[in-house]
């Protein structure tokens, strides 16, 4: 049976993440276009071609390295992979928060750099530099989703279906890509950059939580082991609904206290951090005017 949960998590940051990558392309490609350089969009495309090759590398490096490994060191990899994830996510997500505004300038200021100082050849290496972070991040968060969904295993329809709605995401982000290029506002990117993170804050807390379940089977975590209670006569966690909500947020119906302990912790300190207002930015002081100084003397 078709996992929707699974493809729904997928999906999401498969949109989530794809749509960081594809905003960068089109930025770079409109200011390139605008200023009469278009002759270098396909160098632009060698860059995103090899860091979507180098993510996609890692990704399957990883994931084959999980199903090659003997009990502990799976449970221990496994574990390793999915707090790894979420630490980059999380990280992630406070860059672009406190980045957003300035990373459309930054941008076309490198640009401007690449053409007058550098050989066109940069360009490639710009855009490899600026898509390869989304890569990388997007290919340890799918592995760690894939990790959860498989339960342990490679492979399985879980895993397939996060992969299939990863990809159906990231279609999805070069459609609102191509959108921006051509000049379109349909998209509230501050609005669905903060609702979306929102969304992977939950996501990543089940990648912990899921994490520290691995942990308490090796022994590596000997407190709060116990059963925190057993809803699985109402909302079981491996079929209908709960199942849904497993793929997504890592919910089970028998959590131990560690793992549910560890869940709320995650969302309640990385949501409130999330979701508090960015300080001012600070601005610079302005300097005496010279005939002010001239004047004292």
């Known amino acids: 049976m078709f996992d929707l949960g699974a493809f729904t998590s997928g999906l999401l940051t498969g949109v989530r993440e794809g749509v960081e990558a ?4 089109a930025i770079v490609s409109a200011y390139l276009a605008r ?10 495309w060698v860059g995103v071609g090899g860091a979507a090759a180098v993510s996609f590398a890692l990704g399957v490096v990883v994931f084959l390295t999980l199903g090659g490994l003997q009990e502990p060191y799976e449970q221990i990899f496994e574990g390793a992979a999915m707090l790894l994830a979420a630490g980059v996510v999380t ?3 406070f860059w672009m928060r406190r980045q957003a505004g300035s990373v459309k300038g930054d941008l076309q ?3 401007d750099r690449v053409l007058t100082e550098g050989t066109a ?15 990388l991040e997007t290919s340890l968060f799918l592995v760690g989703q894939v990790t959860a969904a498989a339960g342990g295993e490679a492979g399985g329809d879980g895993s397939v279906a996060v992969l299939a709605g990863a990809c159906a995401g990231l279609a999805i982000a070069v459609g609102f890509g191509y959108g921006f290029y051509r000049g379109s506002r349909l998209l509230d990117l501050p609005r669905f950059f903060r609702w979306t993170g929102v969304l992977l804050v939950f996501i990543a807390a089940g990648l912990v939580s899921h994490a520290a379940h691995e942990l308490v089977e090796i022994g590596w975590i000997a407190v709060g082991t116990a059963t925190a209670f057993d809803i699985g006569a109402i ?5 209908g609904i709960g199942l849904l909500l497993r793929a997504i947020f890592g919910y089970t119906s028998v959590p131990e206290w560690a793992t549910l302990v560890t869940w709320v912790t995650y969302v309640i300190v990385v949501l409130a951090a999330y979701l508090r207002p960015l300080p001012p930015r600070s601005l610079p002081v302005p300097a005496e005017p010279p005939e002010t100084a001239a004047s004292g003397a």
């Open 22 to 25: 594809a905003l960068i392309v």
């Open 35 to 44: 200023t009469g350089n278009a002759r270098h969009l396909g160098k632009i």
């Open 91 to 93: 990280w992630m997500l």
């Open 109 to 111: 200021r490198a640009v």
């Open 121 to 135: 050849w940069s360009l490639a290496v710009l855009a490899f530099t600026a898509v390869i972070r989304e890569g």
């Open 235 to 239: 909302l079981p966690h491996d079929q």
